[in-house]
């Protein structure tokens, strides 16, 4: 009989074949890096399909969405100096009710965000205003600097009122920004580009809740509804490598609302960057990567004898296998990477001892629902914060629970916080989550690009349902571009939290208490 074959056959191709047949290979798969495509002669062109998906786990099927018919979607790779085109295509034919601001509304609407890439928030780049509905398209066109940083980063939907429901069901992919050759000292060039390990957290409960509230008539779920936690659209994969074998791994969270943190015991791990941003000094030596929703870590990895190891989350939110790590082979003589300093562009210079050209307090606080400095989300014209282009901001974080920060565009570097092995002084991130009633205190240049500039929480069934908010850079030797502080927000009005959502926040809460 020629169908057992066949169904071998099946079973032992990539991944991205899976997709075609819209299906997911699962628990224990060999580790399969998503479907890549590279710029040639400083040009990167793509298609971008967001498109219905059904994902098959094992014990659970769900109807979702997801980039090109593959969780993640292709991983995009390029250079600085590149230009960047995705066409991107909204395959939705389903209903879209309206809803109202601030709750989860049109689930067939979405955009695409760049995350973490230092770009202009105005069409055709990073525009997160842009509405794109379903069957129609748009031709984003990214001009990279070219002096940005090499680094990791991500991309995926981010339109106000359905974010969670894309992302959270696995619609997102992976960027990378090459590093130069001769740019790295030799034992870490000879890693290459490294693995990518896109983790990700379908919490199918949380979903179904998200789904049936906006008026989607896709999302479901059938068989054990358990949350999901997926490592490039598998369960549990195997990576192998060599006793001895140093590897780099670029590490993305694509996560909606937990945090992961991951370990991998007897096995050595070398920090290299954060948030797509080389530390100041590295490597470092850690023991945690420690991935809010929207982080990435790249790391360097090696373990000494052959054997079977874990790579898990342990932290009170995500406990979990997410893959094995099999050592075998002959092994390597390698040695400890040696310190060194990646030079590092001029959006990127040294803050810590620059004297900042303004301040200002970022306040959050609140769970499915919450608030930037008490006010909600209302439009993208509203402004909390005026800032000078080419200048040095310094902004502090606190509120009274734990919430992951990021801000669009422009890096931030700590300049003081409860420091621990992972988070330091002087480190860069564009996503970080912050103690609840604790205070980090960070600054940024506010280079290259006038324009909005987006803040939120990134647990983002917060972000969705208004906690949100917008600062402006504005060129000021242009006398046409002007910013005013919007002083008349409407306050946050009290609301019910399902009960999940305050789950979630209580949960982080205690989480971010490990640090």
């Known amino acids: 009989m020629l169908w057992p074959f066949l169904l071998c056959l099946l079973w032992a191709t990539a991944p991205t074949a899976w997709a075609q047949f819209g299906m997911t290979k699962t628990t224990g798969a060999d580790y399969g890096a998503p479907p890549t495509v590279t710029s040639v002669s400083g040009k990167l062109d793509a298609v971008l399909d967001f498109d219905y998906h059904t994902y098959s786990g094992p014990s659970d099927t769900v109807k979702t969405r997801a980039m090109n018919g593959s969780i993640p979607g292709p991983t995009f790779v390029f250079s600085a100096g590149d230009t960047v085109r995705i066409l991107f295509r909204n395959k939705m034919t389903g209903p879209n009710p309206a809803g109202v601001m601030n709750e989860y509304r049109t689930p067939e609407t979405t955009n695409l965000h760049t995350h973490g890439l230092h770009v202009s928030s105005l069409s055709p780049q990073d525009n997160v205003k842009l509405e ?31 974010t969670a429901l894309h992302v959270g069901g696995g619609a997102f992919g992976v960027l990378i920004v090459q590093d130069p050759a001769g740019t790295l000292p030799a034992e870490v060039e000879a890693m290459g580009m490294g693995q990518v390990l896109c983790f990700s957290h379908m919490g199918t409960r949380a979903l179904t809740e998200i789904a049936s509230t906006s008026g989607d008539t896709w999302f479901s779920v059938t068989g054990a509804t358990q949350d999901i936690v997926l490592l490039n659209g598998l369960t549990k994969p195997k990576l192998t490598m060599q006793p001895g074998e140093w590897q780099r791994w670029r590490m993305v969270f694509a996560g909606v609302d937990e945090a992961l943190n991951i370990v991998l015991n007897s096995c050595e791990l070398q920090l290299l960057a954060k948030d797509g941003v080389y530390l100041t000094s590295l490597p470092r030596t850690v023991t945690t990567i420690q991935l809010p929703p929207g982080g990435r870590a790249d790391v360097a990895v090696r373990c000494p004898t052959a054997g079977t190891y874990t790579l898990s989350s342990t932290n009170r939110d995500i406990t979990h296998d997410l893959a094995t790590i099999s050592v075998t082979g002959t092994a390597v003589a ?78 931030y570097q700590i300049t003081s916080i409860a420091a621990d092995e992972y988070h330091q002084v002087g480190d860069w991130h564009d996503t970080l989550l912050t103690s609840a009633g604790g205070q980090v205190t960070v600054r940024f240049r506010t280079a290259d690009f006038p324009g909005p500039v987006v803040i939120h929480c990134h647990i983002l069934a917060h972000e969705d349902r208004g906690c949100m908010g917008l600062a402006y850079i504005y060129n000021g030797s242009n006398a046409n571009d002007t910013c005013v502080v919007s002083a008349a927000l409407p306050l946050l009005a009290p609301r019910s939290v399902p009960f999940w959502a305050a789950l979630v926040a209580v949960v982080v809460t205690i989480a971010s208490g490990s640090r």
Do not use: R
């Open 132 to 162: 794109i509905l379903p069957g129609e398209e748009y031709q984003y066109e990214y001009q990279i600097p070219k002096d940005h940083l090499p680094g990791t980063h991500w991309y995926h939907p981010h339109h106000h009122g359905s």
């Open 334 to 411: 390698s040695s400890p990477l040696a310190t060194f300093k990646y030079p590092m562009p001029a959006y990127l210079t040294d803050l810590l001892n620059t004297a900042a050209n303004a301040t200002f307090a970022l306040n959050i606080n609140g769970g499915g629902g919450c608030s930037v400095n008490n006010v909600a989300f209302t439009s993208m014209t509203n402004y909390l914060s005026c800032m000078e282009l080419g200048t040095v901001q310094e902004w502090s974080f606190q509120g009274q629970n734990a919430h992951p920060i990021h801000i669009h565009v422009n890096p």
